[in-house]
T-cell receptor, first 113, second 112 residues
């Protein structure tokens, strides 16, 4: 069965420092992978996706993600964190042969001034 | 485009009452999803439609929950009768069939 895992419930980082939010996947076939962000009292927003091609995917708000097939990972990164990046981040992958997305449990990112 | 529209944004009701949540998807999107989010259970998919047809309702908790999509621009999620454990934020999302889902702002339901 398709699945994604986010091993960290929370990540804390100081403003200006690089950040990484981890995601590993277990999917059959070529993986499609997504990152979403949820700000307080808002719905989830699409950040970026990997379909095929370059292993480094660039997305909204300066975020990027690195697809690593050998480690089955798709970690979200940003070179310099902002306090406004503080939010809940979800990794996701399509369920096999359906339109559904399987979401990870979410990682809360806290950026301190 | 206004994005996915949900109403009401907040609903407070008493146990046993009927609750109806509404969703207007983005025009041209042919898939619609209903999710529930709580601290305890996280984000759960309740049901999804493709071209107005329910495809997978395996996440619907029990018979008290029902969802309809009478046309491409409107869907409802109904809870009858409501119970305190139904308190959650309910999200509607739509997709143009590229797996990218666009979420509405959610309806915060409180059942007392």
């Amino acid at each position: 069965a398709q699945s994604v895992a986010q091993p960290e419930d929370q990540v804390n980082v100081a403003e200006g420092n690089p950040l990484t939010v981890k995601c590993t996947y277990s999917v059959s076939g070529n993986p499609y992978l997504f990152w979403y962000v949820q700000y307080p009292n808002r719905g989830l927003q699409f950040l970026l996706k990997y379909i095929t091609g370059d292993n480094l995917v660039k997305g909204s708000y300066g975020f990027e993600a690195e697809f690593n097939k050998s480690q089955t990972s798709f970690h979200l990164k940003k070179p310099s964190a902002l306090v406004s990046d503080s939010a809940l981040y979800f990794c996701a992958a399509p369920s096999y042969n359906t339109d559904k997305l399987i979401f990870g449990t979410g990682t809360r990112l806290q950026v301190f001034p | 485009d206004a994005g996915v529209i949900q109403s009401p944004r907040h609903e407070v009701t008493e146990m046993g009452q009927e609750v109806t949540l509404r969703c207007k998807p983005i025009s041209g999107h042919n898939s619609l999803f209903w999710y529930r989010q709580t601290m305890m259970r996280g984000l759960e998919l309740l049901i999804y439609f493709n071209n107005n047809v329910p495809i997978d309702d395996s996440g619907m908790p029990e018979d008290r929950f029902s969802a309809k999509m009478p046309n491409a621009s409107f869907s409802t999620l109904k809870i009858q009768p409501s119970e305190p454990r139904d308190s959650a934020v309910y999200f509607c999302a739509s997709s143009p069939s590229t797996y990218e889902q666009y979420f509405g702002p959610g309806t915060r339901l409180t059942v007392t």
